[in-house]
């Protein structure tokens, strides 16, 4: 792919715009020629022979920065002990999948209530590093030694019995946790961040029952009272939430500044497969926390798979995370198009858009990947 690689976004010019005809993407395609105009006067498709406009730009290879931390929050109850051990079973299959060379720092943290000491912290059980580097850890070690993370999982002496992710990865970002996770060599202010949570039902500060849903599998009633309990004394303050998937995504937001990041889950997302028998259920919360993060940001698994190796690969497509993707793209090296008539597409895929005056503006989550091909296309203004 040669110099398109080290810049931001290049403008190229494509052969789809029919060079037999003698113009460049530059210069305008005439794509509709002999064919009948259709569609609204908005749509390029429409615009009439030799009328539509298009631009072109390649999505950079990552460049910019290698370093990515890959932290898992995880609900510590023992009904999901063999679920966090595939998780470990399936990492090679994540470590593949990242770019060659990726400093890539992985790292567990429990989703404790705030009597246990492990909340807030990075866990690792006696004789494991607290955070796995791989400049330090050949690739079959990270794996080894994160299975005993994950399966070794310390009982939560708290109401909330392990199942705060929400709040355990909340109180992580607070200023002395912060800098102590820091001082560990973790949430490095270089690096991208992925985090995957895990856990085989809504998480403590989303309760279903509060957001509209009521019946089983997206609610199961907790019969000792113990999680409202934890969530009105973690996730409320004044009788507002203050722990939501909206303050997570910020949360997330203001830690790495400008820098990528990725948010996962291993959950329940088929209801057909959400055992009748015990608490699982529909995990609310992370759900939509994702839903939040937009498509190519967030990214969920289904937990009762047997196999997490394809999930966790797509979780570890991380060029969007370690290149700095093209947000905006400059129109202004043509000029006379109709604004109204614009549309984009990313790899063929039409996306959303706001127009600027001189550029259109993707927001995260809509750029593609590295090498991905954005296309603006617009009508000429008629100049008759």
Known sequence: MGTKQTIAATVILSALALASCGKSANEGSS??????????????????????????????????NRAVDVLFVVDTSASIVNERCRIAEGFPAFLDALPAGTDYRVAVMEGHGGTSPWSGRLYAPKGVPTVLKSTDLHESEVQENLEKMLRHAEEDPDIAHGE?????????????????????????????????????????????????????????????????????????????????????????????????????????????????VGQDSIGHGFLELL??????????????????APGLAQLADLSHLIGQLQSVFDLSSQAGYEPASLQVTVDGKAVPFHFTGTSVQLDSGNQGHANSVVEVKGCRINSG
């Open 291 to 308: 839903a939040l993060a937009g498509e190519g940001i967030g990214k969920a698994l289904e937990i009762t798979d047997t196999n997490y």
């Open 164 to 276: 705060a992710p929400f709040y355990s990865f909340t109180r992580s970002l607070q200023p002395g946790n912060l800098s102590a996770i820091q001082a560990q060599g973790f949430y490095r202010p270089d690096a991208a961040l992925s985090v995957v949570f895990v856990s085989d039902e809504n998480d403590i500060c989303f309760p279903p029952q509060l957001h509209g849903y009521t019946k089983f599998p997206d609610y199961v009633a907790n019969l000792d009272g113990s999680e409202m309990k934890a969530y009105n004394k973690y996730c409320v303050q004044g009788g507002a939430e203050i722990i939501t998937p909206d303050s997570i995504l910020s949360s997330v937001r203001s830690l790495k500044g400008g820098l990528p990041f990725s948010l996962g889950a291993v959950v329940h997302t088929n209801p057909k497969k959400v055992p009748i």
């Open 31 to 64: 794509e509709a020629q002999n064919q009948p105009p259709k569609g609204t006067p908005a749509d390029p498709t429409a615009c009439g022979a030799g009328q539509v406009m298009r631009w072109q730009f390649i999505q950079p290879e990552p460049v910019v």
